[in-house]
């Protein structure tokens, strides 16, 4: 877990020396826009301004409607979760059940963990804190976002703070990429030298 930009995904994928099978809740929920089924229920819940010409889903658009604190905005995303997430809880019981008996550990990578309520699939939490400041200037020069961006589409997840509670491990991620990896690659570990709860 962790705030928007705060690099779940890079501190996990640079330790080593532990088998994992890694589950991109997110990945597969962009790839869930090409399906047909799904298509339709955005087209009819939202209508055709949140499509390409080509047909294809268009983000942006679709992250205009619901990212934010409205009601409207609410309301929209409520819907789009409704529509997408019981796929994506599908394919994540899919995978979990498919990871080989090989791995140390199943690693369930998503941003909205807490939200779609898949930490019942955890047996272990772990938080990457990661300043603000830092986030910030990681989503301007990866995702092209604006501050405000960030902040609206923090404004549709659980609070940092209450993420950072329910955690039962953090890991910094305020310097270097190694330093947050080690400490990640610590907690592992050591949570697989005693087993799960």
Do not use: Y
Request: proline share 2%; with cysteine; hydrophobic share 40%.
């Amino acid at each position: 877990m962790g705030g928007v930009g705060s690099g779940k995904s890079s501190v996990i994928r640079q330790v080593t020396g532990i088998q994992f099978h890694i589950i991109d809740a997110d990945r597969t929920g962009h790839e869930l826009l090409d399906n047909p089924e799904i298509q339709t229920a955005l087209r009819s819940r939202f209508g055709d301004d949140v499509f390409k010409h080509d047909g294809a889903v268009d983000r942006s658009q679709l992250a205009k409607r619901v990212f934010g604190d409205s009601p409207e905005h609410e309301e929209s995303r409520l819907a789009l979760n409704e529509i997408i997430h019981p796929a994506i809880r599908r394919n994540i019981n899919t995978e979990i059940d498919s990871a080989s008996r090989d791995v140390d550990a199943v690693i369930l990578d998503a941003a909205l963990l807490l939200e779609g309520g898949w930490d019942a699939k955890c047996d272990w939490l772990i938080f990457v804190d990661t300043p603000l400041a830092i986030r910030q200037e990681r989503v301007r020069d990866n995702r092209g976002w604006s501050a405000e961006e960030l902040a609206k589409r923090e404004a549709s997840q659980w609070s940092i703070e209450a993420k950072k509670e329910r955690a039962d491990f953090v890991v910094d991620n305020s310097g270097s990429i190694d330093h947050a990896a080690a400490q990640m690659k610590h907690v592992l570990s050591s949570l697989l030298s005693t087993g799960s709860r």
